[in-house]
């Protein structure tokens, strides 16, 4: 993204001041963007100083947010040490849909709003899996280096994706959107499991659009969508029940020669039963976009297997979904602080 002009030394109001006891201050922990023009906009319009700061540790939200009224966190760690030491704040907007680098009970005690941005990128996340499966399906990535390498021709060929079945693990916003968008793609059946997965949900989400399509799209439990699908696409959140739940039992439970996507989090994959599974041959591919640890570490030997396709945690990312999770973030704490009397409505 193109570099913009740094603000963490803004001018803002000295505290103690009358003009500082009169504006509310919002402080960026972290800024990935580059510019904060977007937020500035929208904050300082309605009365609100912004100041962004350069956090990397808990010790830094904490000495960067004292006197804000507002944080608006990425990265940075708001643990429970750094909102102890917020003397103001009644909001922490996160940029993002999770809230693992928030603690949420702590924030509670003291009385803080904690603001995320559900559904931003939910379109973006889709296309990124379609695009991971059709990769697969088509050996995109390894013959674009093929050819980049001066080869031609040995590439294994690819499958059709029309006739096959696809398997969607979880079906929250990302995994509708996967199934919207694949109804049109000719796969034979769509199956859908959730912990709440119910024909009802999926009729909400998808209309009629998977009779007027001939595609069925309907509920499977965990064991027949690993048993039965050709394409899997993992959609969960991280939560203690989903950790690894795609381990070496359901890998083993997949369809031989089945492909596995993966664009939610990491950790509900188990990456050497991954290993284990590409290395017999039962999975015959695999895209992702998160990992454990990440960076991707130089030593797994994920990196070894040509069928599998690594994007760097990037599903959630386009020029738009940017755009709208900075001003939804915005927004958030403008709303909370307007609810909380320190800025007033209209403005």
Not at 29 to 40: A, H, V
Not at 203 to 211: I, R, T
Not at 276 to 303: K, M, N, W, Y
Request: aromatic share 4%; hydrophobic share 45%; with cysteine.
């Amino acid at each position: 993204m193109t570099e913009g002009p740094d603000f963490s030394q803004a001018p803002r109001p000295e505290p103690g001041s009358a003009a500082c006891a009169r504006r509310p201050l919002a402080v960026i922990t972290d800024d990935r963007f580059g510019e904060s023009l977007i937020e500035r906009d929208i904050l300082e319009a309605a009365g609100v100083d912004l100041v962004v700061a350069k956090c990397r540790s808990s010790a830094d939200v904490a000495a960067a947010g004292k006197e804000a009224h507002a944080l608006l966190v990425n990265l940075a760690p708001a643990d429970a040490a750094a909102i102890e030491a917020l003397e103001r704040c009644r909001v922490i907007a996160r940029y993002g849909i999770g809230l693992d680098n928030v603690d949420q009970e702590a924030a509670a005690r003291r009385g803080i709003v904690v603001a995320n941005v559900p559904g931003y990128c939910d379109t973006e996340v889709a296309e990124h899996a379609l695009a991971l499966i059709l990769c697969l399906s088509r050996g995109i990535a390894r013959r674009d280096s093929l050819v980049r390498g001066g080869g031609w021709g040995t590439v294994p060929f690819g499958r059709r994706l029309a006739g096959t079945r696809l398997g969607i693990l979880g079906f929250g916003g990302t995994g509708r959107a996967l199934a919207r968008i694949a109804l049109g793609l000719g796969f034979s059946e769509i199956l859908v499991w959730s912990p709440r997965i119910s024909c009802e949900r999926i009729d909400a989400a998808l209309g009629g659009a998977p009779v007027a399509l001939g595609v069925a799209v309907r509920p499977a439990s965990f064991d027949e969508l690993l048993r039965d699908s050709d394409w899997i696409s993992v959609h969960l959140p991280l939560k203690g029940e989903t950790r690894g739940i795609i381990g070496s039992e359901a890998l083993a439970s997949m369809k031989k020669g089945a492909c596995l996507v993966n664009v939610s989090r990491g950790a509900v994959l188990d990456e050497e039963a991954l290993i284990a599974s590409l290395a017999s041959g039962h999975i015959a591919g695999a895209g992702l976009d998160v990992f454990v640890a990440e960076p991707l570490p130089q030593g797994t030997a994920l990196r070894s297997f040509p069928n599998v396709v690594f994007t760097d945690h990037s599903a959630y990312a386009s020029v738009d979904s940017i755009r709208e999770l900075r001003r939804r973030t915005a927004e958030n704490a403008l709303a909370a602080l307007r609810d909380a009397g320190l800025v007033r409505h209209g403005t």
